[in-house]
């Protein structure tokens, strides 16, 4: 089964704990039941280690999460992508259930697990921009009530 789903993450050079954030990581992705491609952006010339899995890109000058998310949607081919920071971690059935909302609906456009606070504010949110082509530009107003 091809992958419908990329996961980008940003890595910063002057990340703390680096190496041991991406095994977290990328052992955490890996035990997802649903097949899946990932994205990292490394910034300002950090070279990604040997053993991490996915595609890995890194970027000369120092990016914000936002710029280098932009850098990582240039990349992705699945029709639809997440984002998961370093230090986020799945349910093991999380990109299952999120992939399935999306595919199930096609008037869903926006799918998001429900969270919780270990150290830091963390928000998972799967995007779908093929949203766009299916249906035009949605319309999320009734999402803020």
């Known amino acids: 089964m091809n992958p419908l789903v990329t996961v980008i993450c940003a890595v910063w050079n002057r990340q703390k704990d680096k ?3 991406l095994r977290g990581h990328m052992a955490n992705l890996q035990q997802q039941t649903m097949p899946h491609e990932v994205v990292y952006v490394f910034d300002e010339g ?3 280690p040997d053993w991490l899995a996915g595609s890995k ?5 120092a990016l914000t999460i ?3 998310w932009n850098v ?3 990349l992705v081919r699945t029709p639809f ?3 998961l920071n370093l230090d986020d971690r799945l349910a093991p059935n999380a990109i299952e259930l999120l992939q399935n909302v999306l595919e ?8 998001a697990g429900d969270w919780r606070i270990w150290a830091a504010v963390t ?11 299916r249906n035009g530009k949605p319309d999320i107003r009734g999402l803020f009530r």
Do not use: R, T
């Open 19 to 21: 190496e041991a954030l």
């Open 123 to 133: 928000v998972i949110l799967l995007l779908v921009y093929i949203a766009w082509e």
């Open 81 to 83: 992508v997440m984002n």
């Open 66 to 68: 936002y710029q280098a």
């Open 46 to 48: 950090d070279a990604a």
């Open 72 to 74: 990582a949607l240039s």
């Open 57 to 61: 890109v890194s970027a000369s000058e």
């Open 104 to 111: 199930d609906d096609p008037e869903v456009v926006l799918a």
